[in-house]
């Protein structure tokens, strides 16, 4: 929504102006705010309001603005951004503006854009010629960079809330173990289908836990049907995951039969070197080495993945990207048009991702730890959904009510 | 004793086109101008008032309608701003004016379209103020910032009644006859909420300029072609002296648009 802020003066309260421009606005399609209001005592005395005027397009915006200056709404000047050259490569000017992960606008020569893409903790650089303005991070700053300083000429736009539906993200705002979790998961797998079949992105951050809890099978199917669009992990899941699919067991612990095997320890180093040795995951899956598992289906049903490393890391895995910053760069690039995320079972991994999304990301956390899941989920700005419980009993339970869905379980990924 | 400004129709005639009510092609008959006008003042000056005459310039034809001269409040008086170009030359004429009559003379921003007592009627303790075809809602506004009282906007929705006076007219017991279709819901609501006795004038006798009328006391001096209404105010006590005015009808106007108050009120808060 682009928006203009208006004010009124006179006797608009006793003429009804006030009503009217307001009625005006909606009728239009338009939204309102009334940032200030002063009521006159006297019956003589002129009141004054305050109004920030919201519009879907420009245009409409334009027109109804137009038209509430015919009862008397006056335009409030607009204050162009403050812009400040970068001293340095990587350097932002003093007193930067630091972006939140909500849809931001700016005013450049009078007229709003907004800024792409929306991802917290950044700065705003600004191209004047093009009109454009661009999130960055520090590694992306050049010298000379025109950089967005203080705070004026800058709005945020907080999440419409939909007044239609009352999904499971509206009323989810605190965490507890003691919730309707088979409600909230039902309509979580309706959430998940509609996403799927209309033009969202799910993007499922996962860690190890999703493999030493047994729920490998639940993520696969979640993989066939189409309900994971990309995967965010690190080392340990792949390798876990692989383990499993060459050894059946996870850190040594056999997940048929829940007891430790043999030399199990050696498994997950094992597991990694074979995949060293075919050059990867997706090599490994066309030698047929790898015939099962997430990391298999991500390869066979083409979703993407990223896998960032750490400082725990054994091998890594080929696929593995060892820089941080490295890692930071390839997830970006993935997450444009993510419109759910699914972080299931890593607090560090999780958190990393939640600082890349836009506040427009519908998120869901789900681990065993609820300390992990208020982390999570106290971020203010999301919409989120925050489950404690058993990552297996969750990824069952999704897909046995996803199974339950008409035409939920089609096994023909879209191409998006 | 009230005092009225009139203009002789010396150059009155449809000389151009300015609202719904005007065609060049049809015209006004000269005689019957002039005879109409007499009538008005005739019977103006045998009621309770005196009557006061600015000379008529050429091509000036709508000079007659000095009810859009402006608004005088006590001493005070504020010039209109017109819309049209075609009237804006009658301002300076009417400023000056008044200015020898002892007023003292304050005007508006010049960007502040306002049309004088055409769209600014007192009714009780607030100035109604009609706007969009000819004043502009930021003129109410200054107007209620120099007069100190408080001004009810009401948004005119037909272009057939583009003043005020064409469809409001209060009457000195706190009633007021009016035209509720020629203000939008909003206008409506707002003078209801004001004014408590209200008097409905029908589609018919609106379209006479019924609500066009002269007060003075218990006479009321407005068109003929209104029976009903007629009626209904002699029921409330009111002595009504009908007029032909068709001539002036052919320009959008009547009986009060040929006439100013010299005050309106003698003061705003009363």
């Known amino acids: 929504m682009f928006s203009e802020t208006i004010e009124l003066r006179g006797h608009i309260i006793d003429s009804l102006i006030l009503p009217k421009v307001l009625d005006e606005i909606l009728r239009a399609g338009g939204n309102f705010k009334i940032r200030e209001i002063k009521i006159g005592e006297r019956r003589a005395d002129q009141s004054y309001a305050r109004i920030e005027v919201s519009g879907p397009t420009h245009e409409t915006l334009d027109e109804l603005v137009l038209r509430l200056r015919q009862h008397g709404a ?14 340095a490569d990587g350097v932002f000017p003093t007193d930067f503006y630091v972006t939140t992960n909500q849809q931001t606008f700016i005013t450049l020569d009078g007229k709003e854009i907004e800024v792409h893409p929306a991802i917290m903790d950044s700065g705003i650089a600004v191209d004047r010629e093009a009109g454009r303005a661009t999130a960055v991070k520090f590694y992306e700053v050049r010298k000379g960079m025109k950089i967005v300083t203080g705070h004026q000429g800058i709005r945020v736009a907080p999440i419409q809330r939909s007044t239609a539906r009352t999904d499971v993200f509206e009323f989810m705002s605190n965490v507890s173990v003691e919730q309707p979790k088979s409600a909230i998961i039902r309509e979580m797998a309706r959430e998940f289908k509609r996403t799927r079949d209309g033009k969202g992105k799910i993007l499922v951050v996962a860690g190890p836990a999703v493999v030493h809890t047994g729920a490998v099978e639940h993520l696969e199917r979640l993989i066939q049907w189409g309900y994971v669009d990309l995967l965010f992990a690190g080392n340990a899941l792949a390798v876990h995951d692989i383990e499993n699919a060459l050894f059946g067991t996870s850190l040594g612990v056999n997940l048929g039969h829940a007891n430790l095997a043999d030399q199990g320890h050696e498994n997950h180093m094992r597991a990694i070197n074979a995949i060293r040795e075919a050059g990867g995951i997706a090599r490994a899956v066309e030698t047929g080495l790898l ?23 054994d091998g890594p895995l080929p696929d593995v990207i060892t820089d941080a910053i490295e890692s930071q760069k390839a997830m970006r690039e993935k997450i ?32 065993i730890n609820a300390d992990v899941v208020n982390k999570l989920t106290d971020r203010g700005t999301f919409q989120t959904v925050g489950l404690v419980t058993d990552i297996e009993a969750f990824l069952r339970e999704l897909t046995d009510c996803l199974s339950n869905l008409n035409g939920a379980t089609t096994s023909e990924r879209r191409q998006k | 004793m009230r005092e009225l400004l009139l203009c002789p129709p010396d150059h009155y005639g449809i000389e151009y086109e300015i609202n719904p009510w005007m065609s060049r092609a049809r015209g006004a008959d000269a005689a019957l101008v002039q005879k109409q006008w007499k009538d008005l003042h005739v019977t103006l000056s045998k009621l309770d008032c005196k009557i006061e005459l600015i000379t008529p310039q050429p091509k000036l034809p709508d000079m ?17 701003n017109f819309r049209h170009k075609e009237r804006a030359a009658e301002a300076p004429h009417f400023a000056r004016w008044m200015e020898e009559q002892g007023y003292q003379v304050a005007w508006l921003p010049n960007d502040y379209y306002f049309e004088g007592e055409g769209d600014a009627l007192f009714a009780g303790d607030a100035l109604f103020c009609g706007y969009k075809f000819r004043s502009d809602i930021n003129s109410h506004r200054a107007v209620a910032e ?32 009016w035209f509720p279709a020629a203000f939008d819901e909003y206008g409506q609501r707002a003078i209801r909420e004001q004014v408590k006795d209200l008097v409905d004038v029908v589609p018919g006798e609106a379209m006479h300029f019924s609500c066009n009328a002269v007060v003075l006391d218990r006479d009321i001096v407005l068109p003929d072609g209104a029976p009903k209404l007629v009626t209904t105010l002699r029921d409330r006590g009111y ?20 006439t100013m108050f010299m005050p309106q009120r003698d003061s705003a808060m009363e």
């Open chain 1, 74 to 87: 006056e335009v409030t000047e607009k204050v162009d951004v403050q812009l400040a050259p970068a001293p």
């Open chain 1, 291 to 313: 015939q099962r598992g997430i990391m298999c289906s991500c390869v066979r049903h083409g979703v993407e993945f990223v896998l960032a490393g750490s400082i725990r890391d």
């Open chain 1, 336 to 367: 444009s048009g993510v419109s759910i995320a699914l972080m299931m079972g890593t607090m560090l991994h999780s958190m990393a991702v939640e600082k890349l999304l836009p506040a427009t990301v519908k998120t869901i956390c789900v681990d």
């Open chain 2, 64 to 80: 007659v309608f000095t009810a859009n001269a402006g608004l005088a409040v006590g001493k005070k008086f504020i010039p209109s």
């Open chain 2, 146 to 177: 120099m007069l100190g009282c408080l001004v009810i906007s009401v948004e005119l929705v037909d272009p057939r009644f583009y003043h005020l006076d064409t469809c409001f007219c209060p009457l000195p017991d706190g009633a007021a006859v």
């Open chain 2, 239 to 258: 002595r009504c002296h009908e007029l032909p005015m068709t001539e002036f009808l052919k320009a959008g106007g009547a009986c009060k648009c040929l």
